[in-house]
Nanobody, 128 residues
Framework: QVQLVESGGGLVQAGDSLRLSCAAS????????VGWFRQAPGKEREFVAG????????YYGDSVKGRHTISRNNAKNTVYLQMNSLKPEDTAVYYC?????????????????????WGQGTQVTVSS
């Protein structure tokens, strides 16, 4: 079992930056991949970014590629999402998630159903 807690959300203006954190307890992150998703009102949950267990492979959704960066510190059991050049369309609840067991390949990162553990989410609101 693993518990995930997101933090770092808030209200910012367009063009600002935010860094979200995802802290794990109950099981270390060091042997598992992690993903960030977001969900805006009335929309489906959308893949934002994913990172493998060692941190040397990262994946991004098309809407954030080039603006956001995912990273991890396994010693602190924490995964980060640095969000730059924020836009009003980035407004959503942001969730981190982890699969129960090891995964192989990269195509699964974007699939909500591949993740068993989810945090409670943190709200990000970007005003224009």
């Amino acid at each position: 079992q693993v518990q995930l807690v997101e933090s770092g959300g808030g209200l910012v203006q367009a063009g600002d930056s935010l860094r979200l954190s995802c802290a794990a307890s109950g099981r270390t992150f060091s042997n598992g991949a992690v993903g960030w998703f977001r969900q805006a009102p009335g929309k489906e949950r959308e893949f934002v970014a994913g990172i493998n267990w060692s941190g040397d492979r990262t994946y991004y959704g098309d809407s954030v590629k080039g603006r956001h960066t995912i990273s991890r510190n396994n010693a602190k059991n924490t995964v980060y999402l640095q969000m730059n050049s924020l836009k009003p369309e980035d407004t959503a609840v942001y969730y981190c998630a982890a699969p129960r067991g090891p995964k192989f390949g990269s195509s699964w990162y974007r699939q909500v159903a591949e993740y068993e553990y989810w945090g409670q989410g943190t709200q990000v609101t970007v005003s224009s």
